[in-house]
């Protein structure tokens, strides 16, 4: 949480600690704010949830280890066909969450193991190339494997899937304290998200200033070198791939119950191309910059389109731009454009890779004495 | 053996559609170590613009004879795609050339969606109908074995500017410039080559054969629209590293190959895998041989041309 | 003396290039060892053999009485070999002080488990590893700029972090390629002192150099290699005498151009 509290403007930099708590209430009560411009907003936060783990999955793979995988949201596919497979009606299998969690991430993982295999000699723009590729497959496979054995049910998708159910508590049903006071089903699934995505960010923060965290980025810095100082490249690529595949394949989880259905739509290509702009729009390499893109890329679209939608139509009399237009106009336009003019990100905060400044002041003393 | 035949014939049409294609991707990658990830997206252009061009025509001058309005239509769509692939270059990859290797693939990948969905506002999500205005009435060279006239066209065309290619490549002052600047920038500038010029250049020449190739692929298919280029992109990307990328023989014979078993692939796949998988999986084949070929032989069939940036 | 590394028969070959052939050569424990020769005479080439870059199409290392496995460079640096690069290799984004840290993963365990619940042991190797990385940037003289990101140092103090992250290590045999190159004479003078500094605490140093003056200054032996073959191996003032080694230089500057 550190490097996202450093990342608060003006009050970071002089007092940390009061980042860290401004960020944990705008985080609790934001949920409350959106309400009030209606329901859906909620929901809009849920998914930005959501995405803020896929972009901190994808960060840890394209930021820390320097991989670009362009089909990063095939193993969002994986997490969230898992989950449709083990609770729906659709095999007729309904196995707790609890269980499948973490047979969605397993699964995601050896995906990811199965991907980085072949592909790690590869040089980096061969593999994004090559990730791409894969991601189309695993789409393609989702689309026909409802013939001559139906398992995906093809275009149509998988329905009805079971919520998420925490040891007898269903998160989709509105909990009515008073007869006419009830918390939203909506709510419930955010503190949810909330939580893991809190979790995420921990994990990966820990990882990031670690000897992991260290020899991803000796690798992304210089491979060479990397090896030439004993870092076993391959082995530190498939746990940056797998690890990063597990942080897909849960949120996939989360998204199959959360949406309740899942379909092949939903993980096309202009999907991992999202996420990934929202890594490059935050900053790559920092958790900062993959929590503040996910959240500005997946909020943007929904302002604009309540925005843009009623704007066209006094301006023009008619729709114009449509919003999923405007949605992919504005996530190109902003992959280009942080190229080409901050390439660092918005958050451009260096990430720190070892352990915090006492340990290197004490030492400092040391030497003055 | 007709099926055989026929298969072969489909796969050659194919096959020199994503040759025309790869040629592009390889020059630019000879010379500047960039994946022009937008460059199918080139192609749907050429394929739209030629289009609209034929539309117009049509209103314009109905008594035009088709031959006349394709060409046209053909030289418009090269040289709107000239003018796209040199502001490509000039705007948005020849400010990163120096720029950590990530961020100039990054970069080509939002051209690429933005070209697409700049296609989208003009000529909306649908499926435009591609006027076919050479004969589709296939021929029976053979009996059994169909061939229409469009797909001969697109072979011989395809022939005609690979060879029309390798002469500028090799024969002329700015086919040398080209391959002086892939060998060395630096030593080619010192030399006086204007490299900026013969960047352009080579982006210039590399959209206008992805127009060509775009028109060729909505006249064999009749369709057009706004996401067309992404497939055929990615295939001729696969034929340039299967030929060897940046090597010109390769990315023909790569394209060539590339389409064969694509066609055979699709043709055959229902039997090899005892009726699983059917031909809606056609499109992994091309996946499947870009890994494969980078796994075991990641240089290509015929050798990257070797002045790599270690 | 006791040998500590024997390069027994090696050879490669790049396409129509025989970039080394046949070549052996024993570096004995405590001794600084210089290997000199032309431009392109394969003595980074025999670097990259050494430490694993390349697979050798021939011969084998025995290190400390043991067989070196080939092409696999964390197992050579895992047995105590390190090296530095011609051209600085090191990780841009990293402080002065991480990339020090980076070094010494190999002596490091932690993994994704202790990382994750902060256990005591990756709590303490971390600690450990700090401090460590730190007395080895003092021991380079850099320490001051422990929390400089490495591409914003000096020339000179690249070359010496180089040097700090390669003893993060812990190896018995140090290569360095080339590390005087593009420093000035009072960059140099430190350079040689700090190899001596090495060279007492225990770890052996092999150098490609091109100043000669150093070499014959600071090396206990030095091997000469020219067009991938040894053409000498002694100690500087006989190898200096050697005429194979003077023609060489001689004729090596007539074939270069």
């Known amino acids: 949480m550190n490097e996202l509290a450093a990342a608060v403007p003006w009050l970071g930099k002089r007092n940390p600690m009061a980042a860290r708590w401004l960020i944990l209430i705008i985080a609790i009560v934001a949920p409350f704010i959106a309400w009030q411009f209606g329901k859906s907003w909620v929901r809009i936060l849920d998914f930005a949830l959501l995405y803020m783990m896929l972009a901190l999955g994808l960060n840890l793979v394209v930021g820390f280890a320097g991989l670009l995988d362009l089909g990063y949201i095939a193993f969002y596919a994986v997490g969230a066909y898992t989950f449709a497979f083990l609770a729906s009606p659709h095999f007729d299998i309904h196995l707790p969450f609890w269980a499948i969690l973490p047979l969605g991430a397993g699964f995601a993982a050896l995906a990811g193991i199965m991907l980085g295999f072949p592909v790690l000699r590869l040089r980096g723009d061969y593999l994004a190339i090559v990730t791409l590729g894969f991601g189309e497959i695993v789409r393609i496979f989702m689309l026909n494997l409802n013939y001559p054995v139906n398992i995906t049910n093809g275009p149509q998708g998988i329905n009805m899937i079971d919520p998420i159910n925490l040891f007898g508590w269903d998160l989709s049903r509105n909990i009515q304290v008073t007869e006419n006071f009830s918390i939203n089903s909506l709510f419930l699934y955010y503190y949810f998200f909330l939580l893991a995505v809190t979790g995420s960010i921990i994990f990966i923060q820990r990882l990031q200033i670690s000897r992991v965290g260290r020899a991803w980025a000796a690798m992304r810095d210089d491979e060479l070198a990397a090896k030439a100082i004993g870092i076993n490249t391959r082995n530190m690529k498939l746990l940056a791939f797998s690890l990063g595949a597990t942080f897909g394949g849960v949120s996939g989880c989360l998204f199959g119950a959360f949406q309740g259905f899942v379909s092949p739509e939903s993980f096309s290509l202009m999907e991992s191309i999202a996420v990934l702009t929202m890594v490059v729009f935050g900053g790559m390499g920092n958790i900062a910059g993959a929590v503040v893109g996910a959240f500005v890329l997946a909020l943007l679209p929904e302002i604009l389109r309540d925005v843009a939608v009623p704007l066209q139509q006094t301006l023009f009399g008619h729709v114009l731009l449509d919003p999923e237009v405007l949605r992919m106009l504005l996530l190109s336009l902003a992959m280009i454009l942080m190229m080409l003019l901050r390439p660092a990100g918005m958050i451009p905060a260096r990430a720190r890779y070892c352990h915090d400044e006492h340990l290197i002041n004490k030492l400092k003393q040391e030497a003055a004495k | 053996m007709e099926t055989l035949i026929q298969q072969l014939i489909n796969g050659l049409v194919i096959g020199s559609v994503y040759a025309l294609i790869a040629l592009g991707y390889t020059m630019v990658y000879g010379i500047l170590g960039l994946i022009n990830f937008a460059h199918g997206d080139v192609l749907m252009v050429g394929a739209l613009v030629a289009l609209q061009t034929m539309m117009f025509l049509m209103g314009m001058a109905p008594g035009m004879s088709p031959l006349a309005m394709l060409t046209i239509a053909l030289l418009v769509a090269i040289v709107v795609c000239m003018l796209l692939g040199f502001t490509m270059e000039r705007l948005a990859y020849r400010r990163l050339r120096n720029a950590p290797r990530l961020a100039p693939l990054i970069t080509a990948i939002g051209v690429s969606f933005l070209l697409q969905t700049l296609a989208m506002i003009i000529w909306g999500r649908n499926y435009h109908t591609f006027p076919q205005l050479i004969s589709t009435t296939p021929l029976q060279p053979i009996e059994g074995v169909f061939v229409t006239p469009v797909q001969i066209a697109i072979v011989l065309a395809s022939a005609a500017l690979m060879v029309g290619l390798l002469l500028l490549v090799n024969r002329t002052k700015i086919g040398r410039a080209m391959r002086a600047t892939a060998e060395n920038h630096r030593v080619a500038s010192l030399m006086g080559v204007d490299t900026n010029a013969v960047i352009a250049f080579t982006f210039v020449i590399g959209a206008g054969l992805a127009a060509v190739a775009g028109v060729m692929y909505a006249s064999n298919y009749g369709i057009a629209h706004y996401g067309m280029g992404f497939m055929p992109g990615l295939k001729a990307f696969t034929a340039a590293v299967l030929g060897g990328i940046g090597n010109l023989g390769g990315a023909m014979l790569g394209g060539v190959v590339l389409g064969l078993v694509e066609s055979f692939g699709a043709g055959y796949i229902e039997h090899l895998t005892f009726g699983f998988l059917n031909s809606s999986y056609q499109d992994i084949f091309a996946f499947i041989i870009l890994g494969l070929v980078l796994i075991f032989r990641p240089t290509g069939l015929l050798g990257e041309r070797v002045s790599d940036r270690a | ?257």
């Open chain 3, 1 to 257: 003396m006791i040998t500590l590394l024997e390069a027994r028969n090696i050879g490669k070959r790049f396409g129509g290039l025989q970039a080394l052939s046949d070549v052996s050569l024993t570096i004995r424990k405590g001794e600084v060892y210089g290997l000199i020769g032309p431009n392109g005479a394969g003595k980074t080439t025999f670097f990259n053999v050494l430490t694993g870059a390349y697979t050798p199409d021939g011969g084998e290392f025995v290190f400390n009485g043991s067989l070196l496995p080939t092409g696999k460079p964390h197992k050579v640096v895992g047995r105590g070999i390190a090296r530095t690069f011609q051209n600085i290799r090191l990780f841009r984004e990293l402080t002065a002080l991480e990339n020090v840290m980076a070094g010494h993963h190999i002596r490091t365990k932690a993994g994704v488990w202790g990382v994750l619940t902060q256990n005591r042991f990756t709590r303490e190797e971390e600690r450990l590893t700090t401090e460590r990385a730190y007395e080895l940037l003092k021991y380079v003289g850099i320490e001051r700029f422990a929390d400089v990101v490495s591409k914003n140092l000096s020339y000179g103090d690249q070359r010496r972090l180089e040097i700090a992250r390669a003893l993060a290590t812990e190896p018995q045999l140090l290569a360095l390629d080339e590390p005087a190159a593009g420093m000035n004479a009072t960059e140099t003078g430190q350079l040689k002192l700090l190899i001596e500094q090495i060279r007492r605490d225990g770890i052996t140093v092999m150098l490609i150099e091109h100043d000669v003056k150093l070499v014959m200054g600071l090396c206990d032996r030095v091997a000469v290699l020219d067009f991938g073959k040894k053409i000498a191996e002694d100690v500087p003032a006989v190898v200096q005498k050697n005429e194979a080694v003077i023609a060489a230089y001689l004729g090596g500057g007539k074939h270069a151009h």
